[in-house]
């Protein structure tokens, strides 16, 4: 057990961050949504009776959300109403209200003094949404501030509680010349506002060529002198010595002037807040109390149970982020003084100005860094989550943005989130998710589809694609980018857009809802969303290994050796965690499990720190830690020579030696293995017999997500990438893939369809132990779900019927018949069956496939009206003897919105009831919907637009309905030339080639 207080006078980081996460568990029940108490809330609601209701109908506090942008409080309460009710009805969960408002280039239209951020029309509208949220069931979260980083209208920038910067000047003086003048003063100037600048150092240290870099200038730590008490008014008078050239630096202390994005939002102008001290969060929280939370809005808040949210941590500085007590939390937590650091610390617009030697220059700023971590998660996040709770609301945010541990951030936030634009790759989603489930948390959001230059083109499909991936790197949460308030001042058809036209063009998509014709179709997308969400909210997140991070960063893009970029492709998990993950309660080893009531991981992975040059470092606190979990029997592998190890920040007298010693402990141990070369990770795993819960024999670009539940392991499975630029494109797949229930030998496996909530056990598959191992074929970016469980699970009628363990048919599936065998042509099937025995069926006759040679189409041409939100839809019929997309046909080149195909196909006289078809659409863009014979067909994979018609089918004529619903980007091309005229016109509509593939089956 470790003290509560450190070795260097500091509170430990078990104390800190257990302290903030236990006050973060506690609280989890109150972000279920009033109103969804008729709603099931997860598995538990329909395990009671054995029923899939959880999935099939997924609650509301599960389902996709919407960022919702306001032009600040120039809203009309009764459209506020309108668009919850469009939210709700169109099978969303909830929205976040957002003051953001980039597309207005006039502010003053805004009128904030009236209708700002905070004003009594913004609360007006905010009581509106709430109470309206309330009667539907949704969540509503609110930012801290307007746009972002979080600010208020009580805080100038010379206060206190405004975010502060460590400016720097300096000047060289040659050897032994005396220099005689005022303080060199700041490089930059202070930002508008700025009046006050207090100075808080100078000091003189001599150049050191040996200790430069490209960008740096050396400089000898040894030689680093307090020149502070030497200034006077008059200046500073200082001969240096003769022993080479000198450099003096002065460092200013000030306000650094930061306003939220896009202001002014109120009047007065709202500034950002000290992010790293409790000033700063009073500010915030004092703002709200004595200005906007009356009791009504308590009241509400209290009963719609959503969360304040923070986006990304975006403090502006062309200096170093600064609070006024960092130098006294520097030395508590490292025991020496900050001051004769700073010059390897100060920032010149980003770049690092001058450097000591290499390893001490990188362990001070690491001891700042994870200074700076301390005092956000302490004063920043802990701080504002204690407060949110107070209210019976929870904190959701976006932890990075600074050079903090995210990670750690991650297990203190009720709910962690990341964003599919700024991160680089599924690892910046990875690190986060090791924070929340080694906190126990269980959610983790994600800001979806902004894509910049896409607004109006933004199709579903990308985003489906984009978040694939993100889902089996640990996301379960969708809160989508966005849904913009109907109108606001110098907004065009089709409405206000908050971020476009962003500088004259189309900025970040997408603004959903019923301005777009797609909106017709979103109930599918939601309901997709939902019952993914759902599934991955239940119970508890499995990975196969941590991996450990000296530095959690995150929105890095930055990976793990093998793991990233071999592991995966043959169906390794991974997490991250960084050191104070540590020190949490669920930080114990139990049957060879890191966490073994949480992600259970079955191994630990260390390497090099990559932030830091790939320096096999590790704190000894960590190293002790990582002894312990080795010596309670976790697996260990070693990538580096960590029998050289260095600690990550400026040891003290002899840690170096008592790092090396713990080291060597943990390296003799037989469970620990040390490698050189990351080739050699994956021998070494296997070595320590450690092997994934999925595997494929071939290396592939399916990616998994795994959760385990009281009677159900739950498999995602998703034909994804790591991150939209990966290159080249992800191609189909089509391959065994074998799963391992943690439930017992008797699992038995079942697919969830997320588009149409149905559970059917699947039909063909062998098991060995309690390995299940089966065909998976996927299109990019499609996605399945498997839950291995008992006979019967979710409501499953077949029980504990025989499966087939191979076949000669096409297909073997279980339909409402029982086991049946499927096949494009006539013919005898052998099928070999788990019982043993080897059963034949005889198929008839199959007609060929079936594509139909004339469409009549009527499209629904969405055009600007007389006002900005309203549309004008022009009808318009045609025939096309062959499909195109609408930009190839000269009376659609320039449409968009709704087209209805149809088209009549015959089939034979001899179908029957052994006979039926799938549907086979080819290119459809965007959402559709098919119905033949009058009936709807299920909703359609997206990603895959092939659908069962065969119930719906009858001998003779049939008639066949695609309903395909377009962004509007080729529409406002020519509405709107000055903004959208630069775009090429998309390929929108019904493109195919359509076909019907007639098929036979029988039961076995």
Same mark, same amino acid.
């Given at each position: 057990?470790?003290?509560?207080?450190?070795?260097?006078?500091?509170?430990?980081?078990?104390?800190?961050?257990?302290?903030?996460?236990?006050?973060?568990?506690?609280?989890?029940?109150?972000?279920?949504?009033?109103?969804?108490?008729?709603?099931?809330?997860?598995?538990?609601?329909?395990?009671?009776?054995?029923?899939?209701?959880? *999935?099939?109908?997924?609650?509301?506090?599960?389902?996709?959300?919407?960022?919702?942008?306001?032009?600040?409080?120039?809203?009309?309460?009764?459209?506020?109403?309108?668009?919850?009710?469009?939210?709700?009805?169109?099978?969303?969960?909830?929205?976040?209200?957002?003051?953001?408002?980039?597309?207005?280039?006039?502010?003053?239209?805004?009128?904030?003094?009236?209708?700002?951020?905070?004003?009594?029309?913004?609360?007006?509208?905010?009581?509106?949404?709430?109470?309206?949220?309330?009667?539907?069931?949704?969540?509503?979260?609110?930012?801290?501030?307007?746009?972002?980083?979080?600010?208020?209208?009580?805080?100038?920038?010379?206060?206190?509680?405004?975010?502060?910067?460590?400016?720097?000047?300096?000047?060289?003086?040659?050897?032994?010349?005396?220099?005689?003048?005022?303080?060199?003063?700041?490089?930059?100037?202070?930002?508008?506002?700025?009046?006050?600048?207090?100075?808080?150092?100078?000091?003189?240290?001599?150049?050191?060529?040996?200790?430069?870099?490209?960008?740096?200038?050396?400089?000898?730590?040894?030689?680093?002198?307090?020149?502070?008490?030497?200034?006077?008014?008059?200046?500073?008078?200082?001969?240096?010595?003769?022993?080479?050239?000198?450099?003096?630096?002065?460092?200013w202390q000030r306000g650094s002037g930061q306003q939220p994005e896009s202001g002014p939002h109120s009047a007065p102008a709202a500034f950002v807040v000290d992010h790293l001290s409790a000033a700063g969060t009073t500010a915030v929280t004092d703002y709200w109390e004595r200005h906007v939370l009356?009791?009504?809005?308590?009241?509400?808040?209290?009963?719609?149970?959503?969360?304040?949210?923070?986006?990304?941590?975006?403090?502006?500085?062309?200096?170093?982020?600064?609070?006024?007590?960092?130098?006294?939390?520097?030395?508590?937590?490292?025991?020496?003084?900050?001051?004769?650091?700073?010059?390897?610390?100060?920032?010149?617009?980003?770049?690092?100005?001058?450097? *000591?030697?290499?390893?001490?220059?990188?362990?001070?700023?690491?001891?700042?860094?994870?200074?700076?971590?301390?005092?956000?998660?302490?004063?920043?996040?802990?701080?504002?989550?204690?407060?949110?709770?107070?209210?019976?609301?929870?904190?959701?945010?976006?932890?990075?943005?600074?050079?903090?541990?995210?990670?750690?951030?991650?297990?203190?936030?009720?709910?962690?989130?990341?964003?599919?634009?700024?991160?680089?790759?599924?690892?910046?989603?990875?690190?986060?998710?090791?924070?929340?489930?080694?906190?126990?948390?269980?959610?983790?959001?994600?800001?979806?589809?902004?894509?910049?230059?896409?607004?109006?083109?933004?199709?579903?499909?990308?985003?489906?694609?984009?978040?694939?991936?993100?889902?089996?790197?640990?996301?379960?949460?969708?809160?989508?980018?966005?849904?913009?308030?109907?109108?606001?001042?110098?907004?065009?058809?089709?409405?206000?857009?908050?971020?476009?036209?962003?500088?004259?063009?189309?900025?970040?998509?997408?603004?959903?809802?019923?301005?777009?014709?797609?909106?017709?179709?979103?109930?599918?997308?939601?309901?997709?969303?939902?019952?993914?969400?759902?599934?991955?909210?239940?119970?508890?997140?499995?990975?196969?290994?941590?991996?450990?991070?000296?530095?959690?960063?995150?929105?890095?893009?930055?990976?793990?050796?093998?793991?990233?970029?071999?592991?995966?492709?043959?169906?390794?998990?991974?997490?991250?965690?960084?050191?104070?993950?540590?020190?949490?309660?669920?930080?114990?080893?139990?049957?060879?499990?890191?966490?073994?009531?949480?992600?259970?991981?079955?191994?630990?992975?260390?390497?090099?720190?990559?932030?830091?040059?790939?320096?096999?470092?590790?704190?000894?606190?960590?190293?002790?830690?990582?002894?312990?979990?080795?010596?309670?029997?976790?697996?260990?592998?070693?990538?580096?020579?960590?029998?050289?190890?260095?600690?990550?920040?400026?040891?003290?007298?002899?840690?170096?030696?008592?790092?090396?010693?713990?080291?060597?402990?943990?390296?003799?141990?037989?469970?620990?293995?040390?490698v050189t070369e990351k080739t050699a990770v994956g021998d070494a795993l296997a070595e320590l017999g450690v092997t994934p819960d999925v595997r494929h024999s071939v290396p592939s670009t399916l990616l998994n997500a795994h959760r385990a539940t009281a009677d159900a392991d739950y498999y995602y499975?998703?034909?994804?990438?790591?991150?939209?630029?990966?290159?080249?494109?992800?191609?189909?797949?089509?391959?065994?893939?074998?799963?391992?229930?943690?439930?017992?030998?008797?699992?038995?496996?079942?697919?969830?369809?997320?588009?149409?909530?149905?559970?059917?056990?699947?039909?063909?598959?062998?098991?060995?132990?309690?390995?299940?191992?089966?065909?998976?074929?996927?299109?990019?970016?499609?996605?399945?779900?498997?839950?291995?469980?008992?006979?019967?699970?979710?409501?499953?009628?077949?029980?504990?019927?025989?499966?087939?363990?191979?076949?000669?048919?096409?297909?073997?599936?279980?339909?409402?018949?029982?086991?049946t065998v499927r096949a494009a042509a006539a013919g005898t099937y052998r099928t070999r069956l788990s019982q043993g025995r080897t059963v034949t069926t005889t198929l008839p006759a199959v007609p060929g496939p079936i594509e139909p040679g004339r469409w009549r189409v009527e499209v629904e041409d969405?055009?600007?009206?007389?006002?900005?939100?309203?549309?004008?839809?022009?009808?318009?019929?045609?025939?096309?003897?062959?499909?195109?997309?609408?930009?190839?046909?000269?009376?659609?080149?320039?449409?968009?919105?709704?087209?209805?195909?149809?088209?009549?196909?015959?089939?034979?006289?001899?179908?029957?009831?052994?006979?039926?078809?799938?549907?086979?659409?080819?290119?459809?863009?965007?959402?559709?919907?098919?119905?033949?014979?009058?009936?709807?067909?299920?909703?359609?994979?997206?990603?895959?637009?092939?659908?069962?018609?065969?119930?719906?089918?009858?001998?003779?004529?049939?008639?066949?309905?695609?309903?395909?619903?377009?962004?509007?980007?080729?529409?406002?091309?020519?509405?709107?030339?000055?903004?959208?005229?630069?775009?090429?016109?998309?390929?929108?509509?019904?493109?195919?080639?359509?076909?019907?593939?007639?098929?036979?089956?029988?039961?076995?």
């Open positions: 057990m470790h003290e509560l207080v450190s070795q260097r006078g500091g509170m430990s980081r078990r104390a800190v961050l257990a302290a903030a996460v236990a006050a973060g568990v506690t609280a989890t029940a109150v972000a279920t949504p009033p109103g969804a108490a008729a709603l099931p809330t997860g598995p538990a609601a329909g395990r009671a009776d054995g029923s899939a209701r959880w *999935f099939t109908d997924p609650a509301r506090s599960v389902r996709p959300k919407f960022r919702w942008w306001w032009p600040d409080g120039l809203v009309d309460p009764d459209e506020v109403a309108r668009e919850i009710d469009q939210i709700a009805d169109a099978g969303f969960g909830g929205a976040e209200i957002a003051a953001v408002h980039h597309s207005i280039r006039d502010k003053s239209l805004l009128d904030t003094a009236h209708h700002g951020w905070g004003s009594g029309s913004w609360r007006d509208g905010v009581e509106a949404a709430l109470r309206r949220a309330v009667r539907r069931g949704l969540t509503i979260d609110l930012t801290l501030g307007p746009s972002w980083p979080v600010a208020v209208p009580s805080v100038t920038p010379d206060d206190a509680a405004a975010a502060q910067e460590l400016a720097h000047g300096h000047t060289a003086v040659a050897a032994g010349a005396t220099y005689r003048g005022p303080v060199p003063a700041p490089v930059h100037e202070a930002a508008s506002g700025v009046r006050a600048q207090r100075l808080l150092a100078v000091q003189a240290a001599r150049v050191d060529p040996a200790n430069s870099t490209r960008k740096e200038t050396g400089l000898d730590p040894d030689s680093v002198r307090d020149l502070t008490d030497t200034v006077t008014d008059e200046g500073l008078t200082w001969t240096a010595p003769a022993d080479g050239e000198w450099m003096l630096i002065s460092y009356t009791g009504s809005l308590r009241r509400l808040l209290k009963a719609a149970g959503g969360a304040f949210f923070e986006d990304s941590v975006e403090l502006e500085s062309e200096a170093l982020v600064w609070t006024a007590r960092l130098p006294e939390a520097f030395e508590r937590r490292t025991g020496r003084p900050l001051l004769p650091c700073l010059p390897a610390l100060v920032l010149d617009d980003s770049d690092q100005v001058f450097a *000591f030697e290499a390893q001490q220059t990188r362990q001070i700023r690491h001891d700042f860094w994870a200074t700076v971590s301390d005092l956000f998660n302490r004063h920043h996040v802990g701080a504002l989550k204690d407060w949110a709770h107070s209210l019976g609301m929870t904190l959701r945010a976006q932890p990075y943005g600074l050079q903090t541990d995210a990670i750690a951030t991650a297990a203190i936030l009720d709910i962690a989130e990341g964003e599919s634009l700024g991160f680089k790759n599924l690892d910046d989603y990875r690190c986060l998710a090791g924070g929340r489930d080694m906190a126990g948390h269980t959610v983790l959001s994600c800001e979806a589809g902004a894509y910049n230059g896409s607004a109006y083109s933004t199709t579903w499909d990308r985003v489906l694609r984009t978040m694939g991936g993100a889902y089996a790197a640990g996301v379960n949460q969708t809160v989508m980018h966005g849904f913009s308030h109907a109108s606001a001042p110098e907004a065009q058809w089709p409405g206000f857009a908050a971020f476009s036209p962003y500088n004259g063009a189309p900025g970040y998509g997408e603004s959903w809802g019923p301005r777009q014709p797609t909106w017709r179709h979103a109930g599918d997308i939601a309901g997709y969303l939902g019952r993914v969400h759902a599934v991955l909210q239940s119970g508890t997140a499995r990975a196969d290994v941590a991996v450990f991070r000296q530095t959690g960063y995150t929105a890095t893009g930055i990976g793990a050796s093998w793991f990233t970029s071999t592991g995966v492709p043959l169906g390794w998990t991974h997490q991250f965690l960084s050191g104070p993950l540590l020190d949490l309660p669920n930080a114990t080893v139990s049957g060879g499990r890191l966490a073994p009531e949480g992600p259970a991981y079955k191994a630990l992975f260390v390497e090099g720190d990559f932030f830091y040059g790939s320096a096999p470092t590790l704190a000894l606190d960590d190293a002790r830690r990582i002894l312990g979990f080795a010596q309670a029997g976790l697996p260990v592998v070693l990538l580096g020579a960590f029998d050289q190890a260095l600690t990550p920040g400026v040891p003290a007298a002899g840690e170096t030696e008592r790092l090396r010693d713990v080291l060597a402990r943990l390296m003799a141990l037989p469970g620990v293995v040390r499975l998703v034909n994804g990438k790591h991150a939209e630029t990966v290159k080249p494109p992800v191609a189909a797949i089509d391959h065994e893939v074998t799963l391992r229930s943690t439930r017992g030998r008797d699992a038995v496996p079942h697919l969830l369809d997320p588009w149409t909530g149905r559970v059917v056990r699947v039909g063909r598959y062998t098991q060995d132990g309690r390995d299940v191992t089966f065909r998976v074929a996927l299109r990019p970016g499609q996605a399945l779900v498997v839950a291995l469980g008992r006979p019967g699970l979710l409501g499953d009628r077949h029980g504990n019927r025989p499966h087939a363990l191979s076949s000669e048919a096409d297909e073997v599936l279980f339909t409402e018949r029982g086991l969405w055009r600007p009206g007389d006002r900005p939100t309203r549309t004008e839809k022009e009808h318009r019929t045609l025939t096309l003897d062959t499909l195109l997309p609408w930009s190839s046909i000269p009376e659609l080149e320039d449409c968009a919105g709704i087209g209805r195909y149809r088209t009549t196909v015959t089939l034979p006289g001899d179908w029957s009831a052994a006979h039926g078809a799938v549907l086979e659409l080819g290119q459809v863009a965007d959402t559709f919907r098919v119905r033949v014979n009058g009936r709807d067909a299920d909703p359609v994979d997206r990603l895959d637009p092939v659908v069962d018609v065969g119930p719906l089918l009858r001998r003779g004529a049939n008639t066949i309905e695609i309903e395909v619903a377009t962004p509007l980007v080729n529409r406002l091309r020519v509405s709107r030339p000055e903004v959208f005229g630069g775009l090429a016109r998309q390929e929108y509509g019904l493109v195919g080639p359509v076909r019907l593939v007639p098929y036979a089956q029988r039961t076995v």
